[in-house]
């Protein structure tokens, strides 16, 4: 049973422009929210979060949306770059409920254009 | 600044060989956690500690042993290797609960 759900596994959009990635999870006891970016041959980094108490994460080009009524997030990206041809991992975990595990999407490849 | 560091980086193990991969933190994380990805998979949870003197099972536990040496070491067995156990293995790390982890750059283990 798959409780985060990437359904795009690729993406591509030409640089300058904006990217959105999107993340669709099932286990209502989720209350946080990271994305990772991952290069080949390299572990995930991490790259933003978001609480369930908030709907919107902002850091500099990065910014995390939350949808609880839909249970999604995304990710939008804005401008794209070349750096940010990447794959993606959305993960989720019920942290006000005290547990370590993170459970990770499935990714997206996203690849800019030039 | 090295973070979190697997050894080795590769290996080819044959069915039933045994195998330690190594991993360490010099962040002075109280967690630690073993993943394995596969293709399509996104990574999948094997083990983690939260605290040094503990271990608890992840989503994939079957085949695998841990032991968290000490706070800065979280070690992962494999007894018997099988071919099911090829996949990349990344060790990450974090302060505690749900916060974010800090990866190594992987093992790539090849069973043949």
């Known amino acids: 049973d798959q409780q985060v759900k990437q359904n795009s596994p690729s993406l591509r959009v030409q640089e300058g422009r904006i990217s959105i990635l999107n993340c669709d999870y099932t286990?209502?006891?989720?209350?946080?929210f990271l994305w990772y970016k991952k290069y080949p041959a390299e572990g995930p980094t991490f790259l933003i979060s978001?609480?369930?108490?908030?709907d919107k994460n902002e850091d500099g080009r990065f910014t995390v949306f939350l949808n609880k009524s839909a249970k999604h997030l995304s990710l939008h990206i804005v401008p794209s770059q070349p750096g940010d041809s990447a794959v993606y991992f959305c993960?989720?975990?019920?942290?006000?409920?005290?547990?370590?595990?993170?459970?990770f999407g499935t990714g997206t490849r996203l690849t800019i254009i030039p | 600044n090295a973070g979190v560091t697997q050894t080795p980086k590769f290996q080819v193990l044959k069915t039933g060989q045994s195998m330690t991969l190594q991993c360490a933190q010099d962040?002075?994380?109280?967690?630690m956690y073993w993943y394995r990805q596969d293709p399509g998979m996104g990574l999948r949870l094997i083990y983690y500690?939260?605290?040094?003197?503990?271990?608890d099972k992840g989503e994939v536990p079957n085949g695998y042993n841990v032991s968290r040496l000490n706070k800065r070491e979280f070690s992962l067995r494999l007894e018997s290797a099988a071919p099911s156990q090829t996949s990349v293995y990344f060790c990450?790390?974090?302060?505690?609960?749900?916060?974010?982890?800090?990866f190594g750059d992987g093992t790539r283990l090849s069973i043949l």
């Open positions: 990450a790390s974090s302060t505690g609960a749900g916060q974010p982890q800090h």
């Open positions: 286990n209502s006891m989720f209350d946080y």
């Open positions: 978001i609480s369930s108490i908030k």
């Open positions: 993960a989720a975990s019920a942290r006000n409920f005290g547990n370590e595990k993170l459970t």
């Open positions: 962040m002075n994380h109280n967690s």
């Open positions: 500690s939260a605290s040094e003197g503990t271990t």
